[in-house]
Each structure stands twice: as C-alpha cells, then as structure tokens.
DNA sequence: GTAGCACTAGAACGAACGTTCTATCAAGTA
DNA sequence: TACTTGATAGAACGTTCGTTCTAGTGCTAC
C-alpha cells in the first residue's frame, strides 16, 4: 500500500484539532451559538470521536477550549510584555499587538473566554471557573512585570487589573467598531498611568 | 424614555414587558441562549403576541431589546456623570454605581449589549450596529462631560473612549468573578488618569 | 345587531440541536 | 487465527428551537 498520510487526518491528533475548532468558533460567536456538528466538520472529524474524547459532551469539551484558547492568549500576552523592560511600553506593546491581531483576523481573534464567559455568568460553574481562571493567571502575568520594575506589589495587582480591564474593555470596542482605534488609544492611556506610578 | 411616537393606542403594556423580558435575558445569557418562548413566558405574553408586535421575528425583538438596555445603560451613566462637577470624581461615581447594580443583581444587571454584541461580530449587522451606536453614545456621553470641564475636544474624546473600554472590561471581571474589586480599581485609577490632563 | 381591527392564545410544523447508538476499522497481543 | 482496544463513522433519537397558522377575544364604529 503506497501510504502517504491520509489526507482526512493531518499529523496533529484528533482531539488537538477538536479543541482548536472548538476554540475558535467560541471565540468568534460564543458558546451556544456554536454547533458541535460544525466542530466535528471544521475539525475534519466525526461526531464520534467528538464524544469518544469528550464523553462529558459539549460543556467538557468547551472547558477544554477555553483553556486552549486562553493558553494562546497568554503567550499572545507574554510576547508583547518582553517587547521592553519599560512596563508602560510593553503594555503599550501589548495593544498594538492585539490591534494587529484583532485586524488580522476580520476582528473575530480577540479574547478567546469573553464571549461565553458572558453567556454562563452564575449559570455554570465549570465555566466560569475556567474563565476566572484565565483571567486571574492573565492579571498575575501583568501584575508580575510591573513587580519587576520596580513597582510595590500592591500597587501591580491593581494596576495589573485595570490593565486587563481595559484591554478587555478596549477589544470590545474594537470588534464592535471595526476600528483598531480604540486599543491603540487604551495603550497610550495605559502606558500614562503606570508611568504615573 | 422613549413613548412609541406610533400613530397606534398606547395602551400597549404587553409590548413593552416584552422587551423588557428580551432585554434582561439577553444582558444575562446573550441571544442564542434566550430562546423566544421563554421570553413570552417571562413577559406574560404568548408567541401570538410576540410575532404580532415583532413580525420579524428574534431578531427584529433583540435589536429593540438592545435599544432598550442601552437606554437604560444611559440613564445609569448619566446619574453618576451629574453626580459632580468634577469628571474624574463623576467618571469614579459611575463606577461605584456600576458595581453596586452588579452586586445587587447578582452580577448579571451589567452592559446590556456586551454579551450579545460579542455573539455577532461581523454576523449580523443589523446587531452590530445597535450595539455600535449604543457605545457611542457612550462615549460621546462620557465626552461631553469631561469636554465640559475644560479639556480639549481630542483629549475628551479620546479619554472618554478609554473610560468606557475600561469600565466595559471591569464589568466584565467583576461578573466572572463575582467581586466588585475590578470596577472599584478601575474607577480610582480613571480618576487618577482624567486629572494627569 | 355586525363588520372590522388590534390583540391574545396556543397547537402544529420543519429544522436543528445535543446525544446515543451500533457498526466498522486498524493495530496490537496471544 | 481469534480477541481486545482505541478510534472512526454516521444513522437515528428525542427534544427544543423559531416560526407559522388558525381560532378566538374584546373593543370601536357604523
């Protein structure tokens, strides 16, 4: 048998382009207006290793994209972060990089826990808690480079919070507008205050 | 508020609980989550009803029930922006507001287009555009307050956009993890930015 | 009266959903 | 060979969805 690599099944696993399917359909539209057919198809997979990996259905395998997604977005993160030793440009860094990104991709690449994250707020635990999850670890990532620089650590915990507020904030407006602008102003207010530190 | 300028009775209760009903359902679990029926039921209105005052069906009700929520959205902004004559004191009392109403509705009564606009991006026009023009109005809102109080046109304009991702970003902090935290350090360090101008 | 209209009421429909099910394939083990 | 196991494949199930449809109610005007 001449045996190239079947062109159905490309080198990474299944379940690997399961969860990314799955990630970046909930990233685009949320949670429910997400089909798990559409995951198995854009994943070039069946419904039955849908469920064969993800036997908890789609609530587990949403779990697990979410924190795919989130992975990707911290080293989205930590890139813009060590683009400088100033704090206040790095972060500024970090928006020009999520402005570009954001473009890129027609405005559908943001933040991958937002949208459905808003749809389970106090209505599913294993949801939210992923969800907290990466922003608690998004906020620490922040809040541990401007430590490095000097800053009380007090002082980095909150700024690190509004950081990850605006940002989050700043994307929204990005995608509902179709405008890069509001990001790109979010990091300069950004860079002020914490040089105001 | 904005009485129905239709040439039709007003004695029109049924449609207005029923926007009402979409509104708080979709600011709670975004739009594919909130099916029709149970907005009817929520409403205490039938499908009848529904399809009589909507004839375009789920979509044409979530754009009036966005309209709605962002109205209501102003109302609260503007309480707090009167609440002082100085805009960074005024943009901190928003802020305060904002958490409070949170809290007290168990984190759900936040931005009441958030969590639908994230579900459209680029999908659905019609939605995307209400929730366009509710941010700016918004902004333009926040703008106007910070222009009156002697900052330039461009500097307010551009600080009222960070405000609003800002505050938009807390909110969405404070629901995932249910803490009031994120909007109150957002407010102080919006504050401290307003007055650096 | 009764004709007309705005509104209420909910059964019924087809489509799509998440899920379950059985069957099959490929590879390893004995 | 036969048996096991992980993975694939997709038909089928029951439910729920948004929507349509027909019937009925209450009110106003003639």
Redesign the interface.
């Known amino acids: 048998m001449d045996a190239p690599p079947a062109p159905r099944a490309p080198a990474d696993g299944t379940r690997t382009r399961i969860v990314r399917a799955a990630a970046v359909l909930m990233q685009?539209?949320?949670?429910?207006?997400t089909g798990i057919k559409r995951i198995a198809q854009d994943a070039g997979a069946t419904l039955g290793s849908v469920y064969h990996f993800f036997p908890g259905g789609k609530k587990e395998l949403a779990v697990e994209a979410l924190r795919h997604g989130a992975q990707e977005f911290t080293d989205l993160l930590r890139t813009g972060l060590d683009s400088s030793d100033d704090p206040a440009e790095a972060v500024a860094e970090c928006a020009r990089l999520l402005a570009r990104t954001l473009r890129d991709s027609?405005?559908?690449d943001g933040c991958p826990v937002?949208?459905t994250?808003?749809?389970?707020?106090?209505?599913s635990p294993a949801i939210?808690l992923a969800?907290?999850e990466a922003?608690?670890r998004w906020r620490e990532l922040l809040a541990g480079k401007l430590g490095a620089a000097g800053i009380s650590d007090e002082v980095a915990r909150?700024?690190a919070?509004?950081v990850?507020?605006?940002?989050?904030?700043?994307?929204?407006?990005c995608?509902?507008?179709?405008s890069e602008?509001?990001l790109h102003?979010?990091g300069?207010?950004?860079a002020?205050?914490i040089r105001?530190f």
């Open positions: 685009r539209q949320g949670y429910e207006a027609d405005w559908t937002a949208a994250a808003l749809e389970f707020i106090g209505r939210q969800s907290e922003l608690g909150e700024l919070c509004s990850l507020s605006t940002l989050e904030g700043a994307e929204l407006l995608r509902v507008s179709a602008e509001p102003i979010a300069r207010h950004l002020r205050l105001s």
